[in-house]
Structures are given as C-alpha cells and as structure tokens.
C-alpha cells in the first residue's frame, strides 16, 4: 500500500513574516516615546510631591520650635517631619535625579534644583512648579 505524499505543508511565507514584523516595529515606534514620556512626568509629579512634603515640613519646624519670620532652615530641621525610612527621608535633600531641593527659611516655599526643572521641562512647564520654582 502507498501512500499518498502531502504536498501540502503548514507554515508561513517569508512575506508574511515580514508583514508581521512591520506591524510589531510600527507599535514599538508608537509606544516606547509614550512610555518615556509618562516616566518622566511621573518622575516630575514625584518631585512635585516632595516638594510639598518638604514645605509641610518647614512649616511644622517653624511652629513647633517658633521660628522667627526670615530664619534659615536646613535638611536637618525638615527631616524630622518627613515620615522616618520612606526614600525623601533617606534622599539627604536630594530629587530622584540627585539633584539637591533649595531650602532656604521659613518664609519661602523651598525651590526645585534648576537642573531637576530643565531636565523635564519637555513634560512639566514652569506653571506645573508653582510656587516651587
């Protein structure tokens, strides 16, 4: 008994693979610029909150040791307000780009590092600061 030879064979076509790897590099050039750029406004959001985490601070040390309008402040005296062992606590005055916060006294809200505000720019204007720049 012979049989009969399946000339037919499953698989796919070089065009056809071709067309799919297209399809996938297409998505890929769509999606990777997104997901940097949410990165970097999450990174400008987190700095943000910092911010605000280090005024709260200064505002607290200026009440509870009676600080007089104009004193100067430094990250020691704000360390004690931020919640021990979180990464703000641990930064040494420092952003997530290893850029140092300016704190200056009570009076002025503390300020993000010139460097930290071009570096995200692109993803944060000056407005998306306020009143930290």
Request: charged share 20%.
């Amino acid at each position: 008994m012979l049989q009969k030879l399946n000339t037919k064979r499953g698989g796919f076509t070089l065009v056809e693979i071709m067309i799919v790897v297209a399809i996938i590099a297409l998505l890929a050039t769509i999606a990777v610029p997104n997901f940097l750029r949410s990165r970097k406004r999450s990174q400008a959001t987190q700095i943000l909150e910092d911010l605000r985490q280090i005024d709260a601070g200064i505002d607290q040390y200026a009440i509870e040791s009676n600080r007089a309008s104009g004193s100067n402040v430094v990250w020691a005296d704000v360390q004690k307000y931020i919640k021990a062992g979180t990464r703000l606590y641990n930064s040494g005055a420092t952003d997530i780009l290893n850029n140092a916060f300016i704190i200056t006294s009570v009076d002025t809200a503390p300020k993000v590092n010139a460097a930290t505000f071009t570096a995200l720019s692109d993803v944060a204007p000056a407005d998306f600061w306020s009143p930290f720049r």
